[in-house]
């Protein structure tokens, strides 16, 4: 049988097409692979596949129960021993919507940033990153930024908070934040130490002092 494009005398391959003029059906027809990429109801579609119900094993079908995506909003399934399908599923507005050009990586590690902001120092992203910017990206001690590294990129500045009120404070590189912990947040203890770093500055000064003057 030949393909059932006018015109065409090549033998069809696929669906009454020749493979030629089957691509061509199927671009004019469907979202290219590279617009679907970047199709965030595709992707979300896309995230389902181990475990959707049968009625959205098609795109389209998914497509058209769902309807279009909601910016700022994220699919969720109602009963989690449940399979994604029809009745199982509602759109909830998310605390951190996705930015425009954004990956999905990207976007996941802001938004695990901010969960834990919210869950220990009840702050969001945003206001950590203002503080940041008003520190110059500085530590509020040393007035350095982080040194200390993971995965061989620059940790984030810590959070400091008062543990006994909880108020976040400020934000501080890992040294001077490990450094205040072990002085237990205690000016007492604090002043203790630099009078002790002081005396034996002092004792060395004259002892270094001393021992030039007998050399001489």
């Known amino acids: 049988m030949n393909c059932k494009t006018q015109g065409c005398d090549r033998e069809a391959k696929v669906r009454g097409w020749c493979k ?5 059906h199927w671009k004019e ?18 995230n389902k596949k181990n475990n959707r119900a049968p009625e ?5 079908a998914f497509k058209n129960y ?5 910016t700022g909003s994220r699919l969720v399934r109602l009963d989690k021993a449940l399979p994604w399908g029809p009745g199982n599923i509602e759109w909830r507005v998310v605390e951190v919507p996705r930015l425009e050009g954004e990956t999905f990586k990207e976007y996941s590690k802001r938004a695990v940033m901010n969960t834990q902001l919210r869950q220990k120092y009840d702050i969001d ?23 200390s590294l993971m995965g061989g990129k620059p940790m984030r500045l810590a959070v400091d908070h008062d543990h006994a009120t909880g108020k976040v404070r400020a ?3 890992s040294t ?20 002790y770093l002081k005396h034996h500055s002092e004792n060395t000064n004259e002892i270094s002092q001393g021992e030039h003057q007998h050399a001489d």
């Open 125 to 147: 992203s945003k206001t950590y990153y203002e503080m940041h910017e008003a520190q110059n990206g500085a530590c509020a001690i040393c007035k350095e930024p982080e040194r």
């Open 171 to 173: 934000l501080l590189c």
């Open 29 to 46: 027809t469907n979202v290219s692979i590279e617009k679907r990429a970047g199709n965030e109801l595709y992707n979300t579609w896309c």
């Open 176 to 195: 001077c934040n490990t450094s205040l912990g072990g002085f237990q947040d205690s000016p007492k203890l604090l002043q203790a130490a630099i009078e």
């Open 66 to 70: 769902v309807g279009e995506y909601r």
């Open 20 to 24: 030629t003029h089957y691509v061509a």
């Open 56 to 60: 959205w094993h098609t795109f389209e």
